[in-house]
């Protein structure tokens, strides 16, 4: 095998391998990651925060705005607070409702911005006061069964009532 | 008697002791031996039609054994993957099991695993057949030095060709891996890239991979020059380091993969 022959060769490989790299990185990978965007960030507490986990997407009408980039205790009122890193190129208005939210039963669980009619927008490092916190499905489940136990034959209605409670009110 | 039993207990402590010190005074060779390649590098890629050349044998040549079976990996991957995600309803899901399997795991680990039983031997008999006959002394008579113009060709020729040939693994099998489920089962395509892309990152994923593959090259190349070069020159000497090669480079491959894989992704699962 003469130089010339065993070079094509080698570039041909080189070339190939290369392009699965790049094929790994685009087509499999998402490479435009929101992290290399510059983007700002928001802080969230919440009383629960279900099985959220870090690198979470953050998401508003189903689209992927930004993740989340550190969950934190805070011991002071034990509420826990996340901080989201939110594209730049999306604002939120100040009256912004966050949201734990799990796609489908067994799906990721990711945070809900519902913008509101507020005219002032959110800034790096400002605070979402309007929460929910993530509907725990043990929970749910074991007030259900009180309900329709303490109930009794009158608690046909018992299961609205047991929704709307770890549901969560937005808390101020 | 009681003397029997110490002097029997104390044949018994020395070999553990020898082979200790066998193994410590192999590893210390084997460390030596990898500054010493390093050392020669520069030499050595000033004439870099050695190292292509090397490319081509251990890597050109390797491309068929690692497409065919990172194909027919990715498809298997796909028929199971398929079977037990149906359970919970979520074969949607089969391009994220499909594409994380391969980039993380099977894609470096099984292309290291065949690089070093295809090349990795290859490159040890060869090393390992020019000391028995007397090649490499007859090059340092000639005042080449073996390490420049065999050995460091050869290590780094098997280092540019690991990641190469662990990414065209891995993309492949996501082809096989794509065939079976959408073109075969009816996922939807869509589906299987959108979930695909959403569930695999570039820098934990894809990028750990290539370094996952890039320890393994650099593993399985500095064990197959060391083994040929540490070969006993006779015909079972190089029989008997071509066999150590594919062993302990299996055996580093998963070790390894091992401690790797708990740096990399420890942090993904615990918040």
Known sequence: MNRSAIDLWVGIFVAIGFGAIIFLALKVGNLVTLDSTPGYHLDASFDNIGGLKLRAPVKAAGVVVGRVEAVRLDTKVYDAVVTMRIDRQYEFTKDTIASINTSGLLGEVYIGLDAGGDSVMLKDGDRIKKTQSAVVIEKLISQFLFDKASGGAAGEAAPVKTVEKPAGETKK | ?271
């Open chain 2, 1 to 271: 008697m009681s003397a029997e039993l110490t002097a029997g207990v104390a044949q018994w402590l020395r070999r553990i002791g020898g082979a200790v010190t066998g193994a410590a005074s192999k590893l210390g060779f084997a460390s030596r031996f990898l500054l010493a390649v390093l050392w020669h590098t520069p030499g050595a890629f000033r004439r870099m039609h050695l190292t292509l050349r090397e490319i081509y044998f251990s890597g050109v040549l390797s491309l068929v054994i690692i497409l065919m079976s990172g194909l027919f990996v990715g498809m298997v991957l796909s028929l199971q993957g398929y079977e037990t995600l149906k359970r919970y309803g979520a074969d949607e899901q089969l391009g994220i099991l499909v594409a994380l399997s391969l980039v993380r795991e099977l894609g470096p680990v099984m292309s290291g695993l065949l690089f070093a039983s295809r090349a990795g031997s290859a490159i040890t008999a060869e090393i390992g057949l020019m000391k028995t006959t007397e090649q490499l002394a007859a090059m340092e008579m000639m005042a080449v030095d073996p390490l420049a113009r065999v050995v460091a060709p050869r290590f780094w020729g098997g280092v540019i060709s690991m990641p190469l040939l662990a990414a065209l693994f891995s993309a492949f099998g996501i082809f096989g891996g794509y065939v079976v489920g959408v073109r075969l089962i009816g996922i939807d395509a869509g589906a299987f890239w959108g979930q695909m892309k959403a569930g695999v990152d570039v820098w934990p994923d894809v990028t750990n991979g290539i370094i996952k593959s890039f320890v393994f090259g650099i593993a399985v190349s500095l064990i197959a020059v060391f083994e040929g070069y540490d070969a006993k020159p006779t015909a079972e000497g190089v029989s008997s380091a071509t066999t150590r090669t594919v062993v302990m480079s299996s055996l580093m491959i998963l070790a390894l993969d091992f401690v790797m894989t708990v740096f990399m992704f420890r942090g993904a699962s615990v918040i």
